[in-house]
C-alpha cells in the first residue's frame, strides 16, 4: 500500500490528534452529514501543497485550525502528516518510508517538513510533481467535483490530463523557465536601458580621460624637455659658477699677494722718503749760504769794479791815485773781509782774483803808491782761506748732491715700483670685478630659470642636471616647444581626480553591464531552448497519451452508459500569437469533449443531468488513471449523484483499478462501501470535534464499530 497512515492534530474538526491507518487498495470513509469526512481529503490536498484557501473549503489560511467549541477550546496551530510507504522506490530519495507533514500556526506562519526536516513549500510542490502527484487534477477529486472534467474549461482539463500523465514536472519546469526567462528579458532591457542611459556620460567621461592620458603624455614631453632644457643650461652655469668661484679664490688669493707686495713696497718708498731730510737740508742750507756768499760777491765785484775804475782812472791820469789806492785796499779789505764773515768764497775769489792784478801793477808802480804788503799778505791768506772754504764748501756740496741723486733715484725707483704694484693689484681687481659681474650674470640667469620654472610649477631643484644640453642655435626653437606644450596643458586643465574615479567606476559599471547583457543574451537563448525542449517533451507525452486516453474514454462511456460513445480532441487554436515561450504556452490547445448518449441527440455538455456528468467524468477519470495509473486517488462522494446501478458500477471500476491505484473513497453510497477494504466511519463528538471510528462491514449490511 501506498499511503500508509494520515495523521491529524487541530486541522479543522479534528481537534485531537487522529491517526487513520490507510492499510488497504480501497479505503471508504463514511459519516453522517458535517461529522468531518471531507476534512479528510481538505488535509490530503492540503499536504499535496494546495495554495489556494478556497480548494480547501476556508476563507482564510487561519480557518484550517480547529476553532473551538463551547466546550472545547481552540487549537493553537493545524498539522496534517501523511506516511507514504517508499520501499518500491516511488519516491526518488533513499527512505523507507516518507513523511510530509504540513503545519500552520495562528499567526499564519506555515512549514512544510519532509521526513521531518523542513522545506519549503515550493520544494514539495516539485518533490510530488516530480512523482506525477499533485493537489490540482484528478488525484483529488472533491466533494460536489464530481462532473469537474465536464465543467472545466478546455484548458483546464489539459491540467488534469498532464498532471495524472506526470507532465506536470515539465510544467512546472516550463513555467519556472518562464519565469527566469521574464525575468531575464526584463533585466536585459533594464540592462540595456543603463548602457543607453550611462552611454553618453561615459564616453564625456572617456574623452575626458582621454585628454587627461593625453595631458600626461604632454606632461611627461614637457618635463624631459624641460629636464634637457633647463638641466643642461643649470648644469653648464653651475659649472661656470664653480670654475669662477675656483678662479675668484685665486685672483683674491692674488690680490691680497699683491696689496701685501703694495704694502711692502709702500713701507720701502716710505723708508726711502724719510731717510731724504738730512742731506737734502744740509744741501739746502748750502744752497742758501752761496746764495749768499753770492750776493755779497756781487757787491764785492761792482766796489771793486769801482776801485778799478778808479785805479785805471787814476793810471791813465799819471800815476796811481795812492789815496785812492789806500781807499780800494781798505774798501777791499772790508768787502773781502765781509765776503769771508759770509763764506762766499767763489765771489770772494774772483774779486780776489781781480784785486791781485791791480795789486800786481800797482806793485809794479810800488814806489809811487804806498806800501800795502801787509794787507795783500793777509789778504792773500784770506783768500787762500777762502779757496780753501770755497773747495770744501763745494766738496761738500758735491758730496750731498750725489747723495740726494742716489736718493731720488732709489724713491724713483721704490715709486715705480710700488706704482707698478698698484697697477698690477688693479689689474687683479679689475679681474675679480669681471669675475664678481659674470657670477652676478650666471647668478641671474639661474634665478631667470628658477621663475620660468616657478611659473611652470616646478622648482630648479627638480630638474635633472645635465640631462644633456641643446646646442644654442636650437635653444629657442626648444623654448617655443616648451611654451607650446605649456599652452596646450592649460587648454586641457588640471586632472580632476573626481572625474577620474567617475570615469573608472563607470566603465566598470558599463563592462559589468554589457556583461551582464551578454551574460543575459546567453541565458535568453538557454532558457528558450529549455522551454521549447520542455514544450516538445510536454507535446510528445501528451500527445502519446492522449490516443490511449481516448481510446479507452470512449471504451468508458460505452460501460456507463450502455453503449454512446465519446471522444477528447485537441482544442482549435491560434498560432503564432508569439516568438517566446510564454506566448508559445498560450498556444496550447486545451481538450474538448465530444460525447454520444445513446438514445439521445444531446451534444452539450451543459444540457447533460448532473448524474450523466458525474458518469463522464468519471468515464474521462478512468480513461486516464488506464494510462497512466496514479498511486493513489481521493475521491469525495464523486457518487453522489449516481443512481445504485451506475454507483455499482462504479465500485466495481474501482476494484478492477485497486491493483495499481488505492482508492481512498468518500462515500454515503452502499454499493462503494461495499467496495472497500476498510470502512472508516467519522462522527462529530459532543464537544464539537470530529472522531474515527474503523467500521467492520457484514455481509449482510451490518456494521460494526471499532474504536
Ligand atoms: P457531508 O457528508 O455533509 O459532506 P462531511 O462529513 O463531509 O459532511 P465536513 O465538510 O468534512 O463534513 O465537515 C464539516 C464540519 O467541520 C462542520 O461541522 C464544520 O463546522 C467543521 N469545521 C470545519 N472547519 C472547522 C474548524 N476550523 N474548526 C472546527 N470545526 C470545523
Do not use: C
Not at 348 to 371: A, Q
Not at 374 to 390: D, N, P, Q, S, V
Amino acid at each position: 500500500m501506498f499511503l500508509k497512515r494520515l495523521e491529524l492534530q487541530g486541522f479543522k474538526s479534528f481537534a485531537d490528534k487522529i491517526t487513520l491507518d490507510l492499510d488497504g487498495n480501497i479505503i471508504a470513509v463514511v459519516g453522517p452529514n458535517g461529522s468531518g469526512k471531507s476534512n479528510i481529503t481538505d488535509a490530503l490536498r492540503w499536504i499535496l501543497g494546495e495554495r489556494d484557501a478556497k480548494n480547501l473549503r476556508s476563507g482564510r489560511a487561519e480557518d484550517l485550525i480547529f476553532a473551538g467549541t463551547q466546550n472545547k477550546s481552540r487549537a493553537g496551530l493545524a498539522q496534517a502528516t501523511l506516511f507514504f510507504d517508499n520501499s518500491t522506490g516511488f519516491f526518488p530519495v533513499d527512505f523507507n518510508e516518507v513523511s510530509v507533514s504540513r503545519r500552520i500556526s495562528r499567526d499564519g506562519t506555515t512549514q512544510v517538513f519532509l521526513n521531518k526536516s523542513e522545506v519549503r513549500l515550493k520544494d514539495i510542490i516539485d518533490f510530488f510533481a516530480k512523482s506525477r502527484l499533485g493537489a490540482r487534477g484528478l488525484t483529488t477529486v472533491n466533494q460536489g467535483e464530481s462532473d469537474i472534467f465536464i465543467r472545466s474549461l478546455p484548458m483546464e482539463r489539459r491540467v488534469m490530463i498532464e498532471e495524472i500523465l506526470g507532465l506536470k514536472e515539465f510544467r512546472l519546469k516550463k513555467a519556472e523557465a518562464e519565469r527566469r526567462l521574464k525575468n531575464s528579458e526584463d533585466n536585459l532591457e533594464k540592462a540595456a536601458a543603463l548602457i543607453e542611459e550611462i552611454k553618453p556620460h561615459l564616453s564625456f567621461l572617456r574623452r575626458q580621460v582621454t585628454r587627461y592620458r593625453n595631458r600626461e603624455a604632454i606632461m611627461q614631453s614637457l618635463t624631459e624637455l624641460e629636464d634637457r632644457f633647463y638641466g643642461g643650461q643649470v648644469w653648464s652655469i653651475n659649472r661656470e659658477l664653480s670654475e669662477l668661484e675656483k678662479e675668484r679664490q685665486e685672483v683674491e688669493r692674488e690680490i691680497s699677494l699683491k696689496k701685501e707686495e703694495e704694502r711692502t713696497s709702500e713701507e720701502e718708498l716710505i723708508r726711502i722718503k724719510n731717510s731724504e731730510p738730512a742731506a737734502a737740508e744740509s744741501l739746502k742750507f748750502i744752497k742758501l749760504r752761496k746764495d749768499d756768499l753770492l750776493a755779497k760777491k756781487g757787491e764785492l765785484q761792482k766796489e771793486l769794479g769801482r776801485i778799478e775804475a778808479r785805479l785805471e782812472i787814476g793810471a791813465r791820469q799819471g800815476g796811481v791815485d795812492v789815496v785812492r789806492l789806500k781807499e780800494i785796499v781798505a774798501e777791499a779789505k772790508r768787502l773781502i773781509g765781509e765776503a769771508l764773515r759770509e763764506e762766499d768764497f767763489a765771489a770772494v775769489r774772483g774779486k780776489l782774483e781781480s784785486l791781485s792784478e791791480l795789486f800786481r801793477e800797482t806793485d809794479e808802480r810800488r814806489e809811487e803808491i804806498p806800501d800795502t804788503g801787509e794787507e795783500r799778505r793777509l789778504i792773500a791768506e784770506k783768500i787762500a782761506e777762502l779757496e780753501k772754504g770755497m773747495a770744501e764748501l763745494e766738496k761738500d756740496e758735491e758730496g750731498f748732491s750725489s747723495g740726494i741723486r742716489d736718493f731720488n733715484e732709489k724713491f724713483r725707483q721704490a715709486f715705480l715700483t710700488l706704482e707698478g704694484k698698484k697697477r698690477e693689484t688693479e689689474a687683479f681687481i679689475q679681474r675679480l670685478n669681471r669675475l664678481l659681474l659674470n657670477k652676478e650674470r650666471l647668478e641671474f640667469r639661474l634665478q631667470e630659470i628658477a621663475r620660468e620654472l616657478s611659473e611652470a610649477g616646478r622648482s630648479i631643484g627638480e630638474v635633472k642636471e645635465g640631462v644633456g644640453s641643446f646646442p644654442e642655435e636650437e635653444r629657442e626653437a626648444v623654448k617655443r616647444q616648451i611654451l607650446r606644450y605649456r599652452q596646450e596643458l592649460a587648454s586641457i586643465g588640471d586632472i580632476d581626480q573626481g572625474t577620474v574615479k567617475e570615469a573608472e567606476e563607470t566603465e566598470a559599471r558599463h563592462e559589468f553591464l554589457v556583461s551582464q547583457v551578454s551574460d543575459l543574451e546567453k541565458s535568453i537563448a538557454d532558457l528558450k531552448t529549455l522551454i521549447k525542449e520542455l514544450d516538445g517533451q510536454i507535446h510528445e507525452n501528451f500527445s502519446a497519451a492522449f490516443k490511449s486516453i481516448n481510446e479507452e474514454f470512449d471504451k468508458f462511456m460505452k460501460i456507463m452508459f450502455d453503449g454512446g460513445s465519446g471522444r477528447l480532441s485537441m482544442e482549435k487554436v491560434e498560432t503564432g500569437l508569439g516568438e517566446n515561450g510564454a506566448a508559445e504556452a498560450d498556444r496550447v490547445p486545451g481538450v474538448e469533449i465530444d460525447i454520444d448518449l445513446p438514445r439521445k441527440r444531446i451534444k452539450n455538455l451543459e444540457a447533460l443531468s448532473g448524474g450523466e456528468k458525474s458518469l463522464v467524468s468519471i468515464a474521462a477519470l478512468f480513461a486516464l488513471i488506464s494510462v497512466s495509473p496514479p498511486p493513489f486517488l481521493v475521491l469525495d462522494e464523486i457518487d453522489a449523484t449516481l443512481d445504485e446501478r451506475n454507483a455499482r458500477r462504479l465500485g466495481e471500476m474501482i476494484k478492477k483499478f485497486a491493483r495499481k491505484t488505492q482508492f481512498i473513497i468518500v462515500t454515503h453510497n452502499r454499493a462503494v462501501m461495499e467496495a472497500a477494504d476498510i470502512l472508516y466511519g467519522v462522527t462529530m463528538t459532543p464537544e464539537g470535534a470530529s472522531r474515527i471510528l474503523s467500521l467492520k462491514l457484514s455481509p449482510e449490511g451490518q456494521t460494526s464499530a471499532k474504536l
